[in-house]
């Protein structure tokens, strides 16, 4: 369903780019139906896109509000030929969707972000590599998969420092932090099990995060750096615009910036890092809208879920400006309660609620999260220092 425009002939290239557009009311297929899922489709309904998605369990987050639902694996290759055949464009909300097949389906439709990033973020020693030979800076790291390697890994990296699974990790889980021998035995258990990567521990003043967005025309646009607060090792208040020196900003938007266009992604790229004394530390990569990036939503001329859209439906990127000042307080399934009460209070009623309709509220898994936007940073702080005073940990 491409349809074409009429631009006149003012501009060959943009003719040529507006002629290539996926315009509504086409249909976007969305492998994966979580809440990353879910925004995307929110934003390209609201648009005017029908929306189609791939996702093993019923009733998904995404799949509440998309216009259909198939029930198969993310792997079942004749579910993901249909879907390409059927959808105008096709995009994940994951990583850990399995390569191979999208890689062997990439050339049969239009999929515009292929494999490529999937194979670099969904395994975290690639993604160092890459990250690396970019240029840009990680913490100390080796590669782990045996107890030997383990051993060595400590003894040249030291302590403290995190065992992390290569792949299938998130929110922490899969990482073992290590302070002293007294930790070994525990990770020596497991060190045959699976591929890790020993990282050290790194001295952070702050955690930041940059999302970029590159367009299937190559045209890149960078989200305001964000500040994030995690407890637990799971995302716990983003901050926007981060407090953080100007000179780090733009270098933080520089790295962004660089690394999707060097890595050659299409697509949303989140960039997490480390503000050390020594300068910006690369933690790791999403190639995707991320959870830092909720504000987006009611804080910024343009949210990380419609730019997403835009990038692979060959749209112009819309230059993301924030409004005043944002707070995201993200919600896990043990917050529902405190945040639904607050939410009802006259001081809390201009916090935006998102929830993402889960079907159970699991402690420490991620339901929803709540924005509040405002002018005045001062009376912004006041007001989330006093939401969160009750908030359950
Ligand atoms: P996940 O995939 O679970 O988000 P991360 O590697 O981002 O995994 O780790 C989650 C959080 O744990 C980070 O945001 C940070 O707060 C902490 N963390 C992870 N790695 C390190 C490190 N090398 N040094 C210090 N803190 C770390
Ligand atoms: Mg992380």
């Known amino acids: 369903m491409n349809e074409t425009i009429e631009l006149g002939t003012q501009n060959p290239e943009l003719v040529k780019k507006a002629i290539n557009a996926v315009l509504p009311p086409s249909v976007i297929g969305i492998i994966g139906g979580g809440q990353l899922g879910r925004m995307m489709a929110i934003a390209a309904r609201q648009m005017g896109y029908r929306v189609v998605v791939l996702e093993p369990t019923s009733n998904s987050p995404l799949g509440q509000i998309a216009d259909d639902e198939w029930n198969e694996p993310y792997d079942d290759e004749a579910a993901l030929t249909a879907m390409l055949g059927f959808a105008d464009v096709v995009t994940y909300e994951f990583e850990n969707v399995p390569y191979a097949p999208i890689r062997k389906l990439a050339s049969l439709g239009n999929l515009p972000q292929g494999e490529l990033p999937l194979v670099v973020t969904s395994h975290r020693l690639r993604e160092k590599l890459a990250i690396e030979s970019a240029g840009y800076k990680v913490a100390p790291f080796l590669a782990v998969m045996s107890k030997d390697e383990l051993r060595y890994a400590i003894k040249r990296i030291g302590y403290p420092s995190i065992l992390k699974t290569s792949s299938g990790g998130y ?223």
């Open 171 to 393: 929110d922490g889980k899969g990482q073992w932090v290590l302070r002293s021998d007294a930790d070994l035995p525990e990770v020596l258990k497991i060190a045959n099990d699976n591929e890790y990567v020993l990282e050290g521990f790194v001295d952070f003043t702050s955690e930041v995060s940059v999302i970029a967005t590159r367009s299937v025309n190559g045209d890149v646009e960078v989200f305001p750096v964000t500040e994030n607060e995690h407890v637990n090792q799971i995302l716990h208040v983003s901050i926007a615009p981060a407090r953080i020196d100007d000179s780090l900003r733009a270098e933080a938007e520089s790295i962004a910036r660089g690394l999707i266009e060097k890595l050659d992604f299409v697509g949303t790229l989140a960039i997490e890092m480390f503000v050390t004394a020594d300068g910006l530390v690369i933690n790791e990569l999403a190639p995707r809208p991320h959870n830092s990036g909720h504000w987006t939503i009611d804080g910024c001329t343009i949210s990380q879920f419609e730019q997403h859209i835009r990038a692979i439906c060959g749209l112009p990127l819309v230059k993301p400006e924030i409004r005043g000042y944002a707070v995201m307080v993200n919600l896990l399934g043990q917050h529902l309660d405190y945040a639904l009460s607050a939410w009802q209070k006259p001081e809390f009623s201009d916090g935006k609620l998102h929830l993402y309709g889960k079907d159970e509220m699991k402690k420490n898994r991620k339901i929803g999260h709540i924005n509040f936007v405002g002018n005045d940073w001062g009376e912004l702080e006041a007001k989330i220092e006093q939401f969160l005073i009750g908030f359950p940990r």
